[in-house]
DNA sequence: TTAGGGTTAG
């Protein structure tokens, strides 16, 4: 390869020394110190004697200053660099928000014929995992094989990662399933692929052929945290507290990640308290992921004021706030109805934290005027907001129209979603239960017809409930459990108990039609009303029951849990896609306010 | 003188 000639620099030992301090003192004036050696003695920055230490130095220990912008002007200098250089340059990419110019900087590398070594690969991945290009990740994929690299574990544990984070979980198994040596990254890379892409069972089932099957490898943090995210998303409350005992026992408790797991997951499992727990037990680790947490826990949980509380202690405690802990704060004052503090919020976080509002923080304020009764008011909001409303700020009015029987506005948020994301089945539902709200039947069947005719299928409901050491799942009409004949006598029971108490059927949500019509026999229960008469069956009188839905629950479901938690005196908790219900006694936490 | 995996929202 054509190695550059250009002439031994005069100074060049103390220019090194320069950059071995900048190393030592990572600091703009060291940096500073290093350009005025450079004029001085004439010797150009990008001199290929010290440029690619100057490049590895500023990539490797100065990462918080605007480094890369700087890092490429000084690459794009070097005549011809070598692989150190180019796989350090595509290094700072896929470790920086925006990764993409690694991928042009390997464009470069092919074109000047630089061979790929090791390093090369598991860079690159890591650029188009964050970025999920799909097609340049398949490329290098490819690539990475001719180029000799299918045994290296390095490049094939990056790609089960890459493929996990495109949402390509099978594929990131058949690679998993194909490699001829695993280490614990290996193993930790695929868990977490089923682990973020809905597939928390098999996670779990991975995790304990990891523990049975390769004894070279022991758990570790990441381990740890892909167990509880999964743990979370399925509302394992048992399974969750297993692994908080085995992690435990294996001194993986000090660990900040593990930690705010943890938070998250008793969280998400309705159990705020023993989330409160967690974060109290933190002390010294506690960061601003911790506070986040635990606030969108409270706000998720029904207590909005309590999670506007922990965020004024935050902030005396001089945290400073991430965009995250602010989506969190909004969805506080939504699902309490505090229009003003919201306002206040959202204009605190441009003014006190330099925090730009994504699209987010838009949709929360939407939520927040249209769940308050002020649907005029969010559709001022959305035609003012600076940037493009996207298909979920729309659906949110549309909510809100359904919320507060707003037909023209309404009509006005279907008319764009037709266009930016038609054929979503949510929308067909929220657009149904308008019409049926203020008796536009007619508009409700020509809609039902019309969502049939263009293939649309209403998404599937799900209730997840855990019992012993097993997570059950049911879905709408559901006849496969073992115990199905008693659970349908044991709700045929509810519905005569439901009628004592003068329950009358909530039939707005007629939606739910469809479904009747393709059963042809009267399964059509919701699959949260098998989930709690499953629940009821099995376990003792007064024990609590927890259940996790897949989508929101409808009005009639609401009803039914409020009187059923009155009935058989039980409390029960029902995580919906979007919030909890903790039902005690014939009511609701969240005041029937969803 | 370089390599791979983690937490919070929607």
């Known amino acids: 390869m054509h190695q550059e000639t250009s002439p031994e620099p005069k100074h060049p030992p103390t220019l090194r020394k320069c950059v071995a301090l900048l190393r030592s003192f990572p600091s703009f004036s060291a940096l500073k110190r290093i350009h005025a050696h450079s004029l001085r003695t004439g010797v150009p920055i990008s001199h290929p004697h010290f440029a690619k230490h100057l490049i590895f130095t500023l990539i490797s220990f100065l990462p918080s200053l605007p480094t890369m912008p700087y890092a490429l002007s000084i690459f794009s200098q070097i005549h011809s660099p070598d692989v150190f ?117 098999e996670a779990l089932t991975l995790f304990r052929e990891m523990m049975f099957e390769d004894e070279c490898v022991e758990p570790d943090g990441f381990t740890m945290v892909s167990l509880l995210t999964a743990c979370a998303e399925l509302g394992a409350l048992a399974l969750g507290r297993r692994v908080h005992v085995f992690l435990f026992k294996k001194g993986l408790d000090f660990n900040a990640h593990v930690e705010n797991s943890l938070i998250d997951l008793y969280a998400k499992c309705g159990r705020i308290d023993d989330a409160y727990k967690v974060f109290v037990d933190m002390c010294e680790s506690r960061n601003v992921v911790s506070w986040t947490s635990l606030i969108v826990g409270l706000a ?66 939407v939520d927040l005027l249209g769940r308050a009764g002020l649907v005029e008011e969010a559709h001022n909001y959305i035609i003012t907001m600076p940037m493009a409303p996207n298909a979920v700020v729309w659906r949110t009015l549309l909510g809100a129209c359904a919320m507060h029987k707003t037909l023209a506005l309404g009509e006005v948020a279907w008319a764009k979603l037709s266009e930016l994301d038609p054929g979503h089945s949510g929308d067909y539902v929220l657009l149904s239960n308008l019409y049926a709200s203020v008796g536009r039947w007619a ?152």
């Open 443 to 594: 508009d409700v069947h020509k809609l039902r017809r019309n969502m049939l005719k263009s293939g649309v299928r209403k998404k599937p409901g799900h209730s997840l409930v855990e019992l012993g050491n097993r997570v059950y799942e049911f879905v709408m009409g559901d006849i496969s459990h073992p115990q199905s004949d008693s659970i349908y006598e044991m709700l045929e029971e509810i519905a005569v108990k439901l009628r004592l108490q003068g329950y009358i059927p909530r039939t707005t949500n007629v939606l739910a039609d469809i479904e009747e019509e393709e059963k042809e026999n009267a399964l059509n229960y919701h699959s949260e009303r098998l989930a709690i008469a499953f629940a009821l069956m099995n376990t003792s009188p007064g024990m609590p029951i927890r259940i996790v839905k897949n989508l929101r629950v409808c009005a009639d479901c609401h009803l039914v849990t409020k009187l059923i938690s009155k009935i058989y005196d039980r409390e029960i908790t029902v995580r919906d896609r979007s919030r909890f219900h903790h039902f005690r006694d014939g009511s609701c936490s969240c005041k029937d306010y969803w």
């Open 85 to 201: 250089t180019f796989n350090t340059i595509i290094r700072g990419f896929s470790q920086s928000p925006n990764p993409s110019p690694a991928l042009s900087i390997h464009r470069r590398m092919l074109a000047s014929s630089t061979p790929a070594d090791t390093h090369t690969y598991p860079f690159l991945l890591k650029a188009c995992a964050k970025l999920m290009a799909l097609r340049e990740g398949e490329k290098l994929h490819c690539r990475s094989f001719k180029d000799g690299f299918e045994s290296s574990v390095f490049v094939q544990n990056t790609l089960v990662h890459f493929y996990a984070a495109c949402g390509l979980f099978e594929n990131a198994h058949h690679v998993f399933e194909r490699m001829p040596e695993r280490n614990l990254v290996t193993w930790n890379s695929v868990i977490n692929g089923f682990a973020l892409n809905g597939r928390p069972n």
């Open 300 to 365: 998720m949980n029904g207590f909005g004021n309590e999670a506007l509380e922990f965020f004024a202690v935050m902030e005396q405690e001089r945290l400073v706030p991430t965009e995250i802990t602010m989506v969190g704060v909004l969805y506080a004052c939504s699902h309490c109805g505090l229009v003003d503090d919201g306002y206040r919020y959202f204009n605190r976080l441009q003014q006190q934290y330099n925090i730009v509002p994504k699209i987010e923080h838009y949709g929360c304020m």
